[in-house]
């Protein structure tokens, strides 16, 4: 009796571990928030992020650092702004690039970051500013292959007024969860 | 599909850069104003029909004036930056100055006068009020390319640090490129890859 009882309670610690084992797994490779490592956030400004989705890997040099955690629109200068999670052990220079890149040719779009020279480096929560948005193929294929049909413009346009800065924190509406 | 090695075959799209790439200047006036005036003289520059000198001599002494070359250098050759010497600094911003404009300026073929529209300056992150985006559409042969400047002031001078075209970053293109050599064989292997390639390219 008695060694049955120790027996189920080792088979219920199985459980538990076992259970736990898959919860942690699921946190780590699903839901793109890497659990158990400090981390810190950044934001870059990109003016087309398509394609890119939360949870979409940061690599440096092809190795993933981190994920993409949301994706807004900042709603002055309809600029998208995305949210990194990133190892705290990296230090990235203030001249740093950040650019949407895609694995081979239609596969998915993940964010490269090229770290800088400068010896300053991002604070958390800092805006990277130096970035390559989302090329748009098709567009540029068609037009090297089909030209384009817009009329020259009659004279150079004269620019108006500064469009105030991002504010990400304050003035962006999500798109994506 | 390589885009980076698509555009080069553009004449028209080296013509943008070409242009685009050149400076601005500004004395406390506005970045959008005083690239205007830059890209203009850079056009006259570009269309001169007297001029017997080649181009890339031409547009050197504004490209010197209006680019901040030494960050553009810095930025392209990317994390080896630091372990440059002085020298090899130096020698560097030389190098690779001489590389982009006989790279742009080569392959200008003088065609229709392009026209260009300038849009709305963006400041692109509130805490820091020096940096501006200026984006703008240059038309040529028929064909129109988004161009946008990153400038940051200095005193009271605006100059150039990047140009994006069509979402390619001048500075990003090269980086890709000078990364990689500098991993392999560091700042001498650098310097000679901007030696061997400005010696494949005359003057024109």
């Known amino acids: 009796m008695k060694q049955q009882s120790k027996l189920e309670l080792i088979v219920g610690m199985f459980m538990i571990v076992g259970i736990a084992a898959v919860v942690y797994l699921a946190?780590?490779?699903?839901?793109?928030?890497?659990?158990?490592?400090?981390?810190?956030?950044?934001?870059?400004?990109f003016s087309n992020t398509g394609g890119l989705n939360p949870g979409s890997n940061v690599v440096i040099s092809g190795v993933p650092v981190g994920r993409v955690e949301a994706i807004t629109l900042n709603t002055t200068d309809f600029s998208s702004v995305v949210r990194l999670r990133l190892r705290k052990d990296?230090?990235?220079?203030?001249?740093?690039?950040?650019?949407?890149?895609?694995?081979?040719?239609?596969?998915?779009?993940?964010?490269?970051?090229?770290?800088?020279?400068d010896?300053?480096?991002?604070?958390?929560?800092?805006?990277?500013?130096?970035?390559?948005?989302?090329?748009?193929?098709?567009?540029?294929?068609?037009?090297?292959?089909?030209?384009?049909?817009?009329?020259?413009?009659?004279?150079?346009?004269t620019p108006s007024a500064e469009t105030p800065p991002a504010t990400p924190a304050t003035s962006t509406a999500p798109v994506t969860q | 599909m390589n885009l980076r090695t698509l555009f080069p075959n553009y004449a028209v799209v080296a013509a943008a850069v070409s242009i685009a790439s050149l400076p601005i200047q500004a004395r406390a006036a506005e970045a959008s104003e005083t690239l205007r005036a830059a890209v203009d003289e850079v056009l006259a520059l570009a269309y001169d029909a007297k001029a017997t000198t080649p181009l890339s001599v031409r547009v050197r002494p504004v490209v010197e004036?209006?680019?901040?070359?030494?960050?553009?250098?810095?930025?392209?050759?990317?994390?080896?930056?630091?372990?440059?010497?002085?020298?090899?600094k130096t020698a560097a911003i030389q190098l690779f100055t001489d590389v982009v404009i006989r790279t742009y300026a080569n392959r200008f073929e003088p065609g229709d006068r392009p026209v260009i529209n300038y849009g709305k300056p963006v400041i692109p992150d509130a805490a820091k009020p020096a940096l501006r985006e200026l984006p703008s559409t240059?038309?040529?042969?028929?064909?129109?390319?988004?161009?946008?400047?990153?400038?940051?002031?200095?005193?009271?001078?605006?100059?150039?640090?990047?140009?994006?075209?069509?979402?390619?970053?001048?500075?990003?293109?090269?980086?890709?490129?000078?990364?990689?050599?500098?991993?392999?064989?560091?700042?001498?292997a650098v310097i000679e890859a901007l030696q061997k390639n400005l010696a494949q390219q005359p003057l024109k």
């Open chain 2, 65 to 88: 004036k209006q680019f901040n070359l030494e960050i553009i250098t810095r930025r392209a050759i990317g994390p080896g930056w630091k372990q440059f010497t002085a020298e090899q």
């Open chain 1, 119 to 157: 010896d300053e480096v991002l604070a958390p929560g800092a805006l990277i500013t130096n970035t390559e948005s989302t090329v748009d193929l098709e567009s540029l294929i068609s037009r090297f292959a089909f030209g384009d049909v817009k009329d020259k413009p009659a004279a150079a346009a």
């Open chain 1, 27 to 45: 946190l780590r490779i699903g839901a793109g928030t890497l659990v158990g490592g400090d981390t810190y956030e950044l934001q870059a400004r």
């Open chain 1, 90 to 117: 990296l230090k990235l220079p203030t001249d740093s690039i950040a650019s949407i890149k895609t694995s081979g040719l239609i596969g998915d779009k993940f964010l490269a970051l090229s770290p800088g020279a």
């Open chain 2, 138 to 188: 240059i038309t040529a042969a028929g064909k129109t390319f988004a161009v946008v400047y990153r400038v940051e002031q200095a005193g009271d001078s605006w100059r150039i640090y990047d140009v994006i075209i069509e979402g390619v970053s001048m500075i990003a293109n090269w980086r890709s490129q000078l990364d990689p050599i500098f991993q392999k064989g560091g700042a001498n």
